[in-house]
């Protein structure tokens, strides 16, 4: 590819993930991005692979039990001129760092809520890391197929809980039963869910935002009703402002059922005007790589074990930041310096694992991996090194001691535990004074994965004791007291060695602030 070839191929890549809470719609709401793009012709297909019909032979026990699968952790597809990788956040017990990494990986994303259940746990959590990078979030409200809490009560839990500012691109005309269409601001236009004309589902506004005074839909109360609310959203909302767009400062919301797909495509097509062209990258170094500069580069933020037992191979999953991606390309490791040739390269489409022989900046690839990778490692081909900045770590949540089964074989233990660690599989603590290890996860799938691949890999038996959900803060070395801890506050010491508690709960966290109203905690390092 010469430079302008280059330059427009990575100018129509859009590189995104889907965040909700499990059950939200996302599977479905992916499903149909999918059946826009010609991906899959039917729907159901992501489903059935969600719920492990779609077998693969070679995939590590875990991944078939769960149904996760690699494939479907990123979707390539082309939609209206552009090349969208959809990059999966996995819910439920499959929650783990890796989900939040994920999000280093992308340039913005969507927001699915179920309407009738508001902000739920995870948005939440993913919500944040999502506003932390500043990136532009798009939200769709969806199950108006069904009754859902108020449109103007799910903006104004958006804006209160999530701090964001809201802008309804749309807004529904009714809801459930009764939803008959949407009044979509945006196109100026009013979409029906039961049009006469199947192929045109749309009304234009006039200038005052009417539809023909002839429509059976103005004699209908429910018209006044939306035109009433629309008015008082364009009076006392927010404007639509590019900027705070692009900031991840205010969310455009659309409205719709993923199911019934009523207001997807609308929703996709918007979406698309605003979602943000591969974004720069900053190293190390303070400087910046372009996404259209010519010279390779990327970082890996997501390692997956292991496709086959035998072999001991891993997928590492490269975000690429700039450059043109070649199959048998040599490119150096910013870590350690070694050159590396990149043979063996996966790409990944919605239903098959193809080998991916070019790629550019915004695209994801999976290099299978013998142990060369860690996570948060960077890439490049030319002369100057590139090490792009360091990937956040996340607070864990979840703990769990854990000690060999077997007290003679502490080497292949300590041995496992020390590179999965390295890897970014799992967080290890150690308590204070015993050196007891005690293990920190997001979600309860890290735990399992680390014990499937402890024995898989280092023939180490473990065994692994709840200690359940716990708060952990940090703490001012200078101002530590032993006896501060208690059974509701183990102290605890990173792998630095900084010293930390873990609070049982939030109860007991305000306990020991009233107790020690002169300690300093923090939630990270
Ligand atoms: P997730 O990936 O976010 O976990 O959610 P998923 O798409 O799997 O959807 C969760 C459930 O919600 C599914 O029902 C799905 O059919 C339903 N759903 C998704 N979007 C809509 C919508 O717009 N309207 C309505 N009414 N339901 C929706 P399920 O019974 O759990 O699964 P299934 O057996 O029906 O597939």
């Known amino acids: 590819m010469n430079n302008a070839e280059l330059a427009n191929e990575v100018n129509k890549r859009r590189t995104f993930a889907i965040i909700s809470h499990p059950d939200a719609g996302k599977t479905t709401i992916t499903e149909q991005m999918l059946l826009f793009g ?9 489903k059935a692979k969600k719920s492990g019909t779609f077998a693969k032979s070679d995939w590590m026990e875990i ?3 769960r149904g996760i699968s690699v494939t479907s952790s990123v979707m390539q597809f082309d939609y209206d001129g552009k090349r969208i990788n959809i990059l999966d956040t996995p819910g439920h017990e499959d929650f783990s760092e890796d989900t939040y990494r994920t999000l280093m990986a992308v340039d913005s994303a969507v927001m699915v809520i179920d309407a009738a259940k508001g902000i739920e746990p995870q948005t939440k959590k993913l919500f944040q890391i999502c506003k932390m990078r500043g990136i532009p979030i798009f939200t769709f409200m969806n199950k108006f197929d069904r009754d ?7 903006l104004s839990e958006v804006e209160d809980v ?13 809801m459930g039963r009764g939803l008959k ?10 979409a029906l869910t039961h049009p006469e004309d199947e192929n045109n589902p749309y009304i234009q506004l006039d200038k005052d935002g009417q539809i023909p005074a002839d429509h059976p839909l103005r004699q209908d109360s429910i018209w006044q009703e939306t035109l009433d609310e629309v008015e008082l959203i364009e009076a006392a909302g927010n404007s639509l402002d590019e900027d705070k767009i692009a900031t991840g400062d205010l969310t455009p919301v659309f409205f719709g059922s993923a199911l019934t ?3 997807v495509e609308t929703f996709l097509q918007t979406y698309l005007n605003y979602a943000p062209k591969p974004s720069n990258h900053k190293t190390l170094d303070e400087s910046i790589i372009k996404a259209n500069d010519t010279v390779f580069s990327g970082f890996i933020f997501k390692i997956q074990a292991n496709m086959n037992p035998q072999h001991r191979d891993r997928i590492a999953f490269v975000r690429i930041c700039s450059g043109e991606f070649d199959r048998g390309m040599d490119v150096t490791l910013g870590r350690t310096g070694k050159g590396i040739r990149l043979s063996n390269s996966t790409q990944f489409m919605a239903d098959s694992r193809e080998i991916v022989e070019t790629a550019v900046a915004g695209d994801i690839i999976g290099l299978y991996d013998t142990g060369n990778f860690q996570i948060g490692d960077s890439i490049y081909s030319g002369k100057n090194k590139v090490e792009f900045e360091k990937l956040p770590q996340f607070t864990p949540e979840l703990f769990v001691r854990v000690m060999a089964k077997n007290v003679m074989k502490q080497k292949s233990f300590h041995k496992g535990i020390e590179q999965l660690v390295q890897e970014g599989a799992i967080q290890l603590y150690r308590s204070y004074n015993s050196n007891e290890y005690i293990l920190g996860a997001v979600g309860q799938l890290q735990f399992e994965v680390f014990q499937f691949r402890m024995l898989n890999e280092y023939n180490s038996e473990i065994v692994m004791e709840s200690l359940g959900h716990k708060t952990a803060r940090w703490i001012n070395p200078d101002q530590l007291d032993e006896k501060m ?11 630095q060695d900084a010293p930390l508690f873990l609070f049982e709960n939030k109860f007991a966290e305000n306990w020991f602030k009233g107790k020690y109203p002169d300690v300093e905690l923090t939630s990270k390092l």
């Open 261 to 263: 797909n009523f207001g």
């Open 148 to 154: 859902a809490r108020e449109p103007l009560d799910l």
């Open 485 to 495: 801890a208690s059974t509701r506050n183990l102290l605890v010491k990173d792998r």
């Open 162 to 174: 999530l701090g964001v500012e809201t802008y309804p691109m749309n807004w529904p005309i009714g």
């Open 181 to 190: 269409g949407l009044y979509d601001r945006y196109n100026h236009r009013v």
């Open 38 to 46: 010609g991906v899959v012709r039917e729907a159901g297909t992501v």
């Open 63 to 65: 991944e078939k039990k």
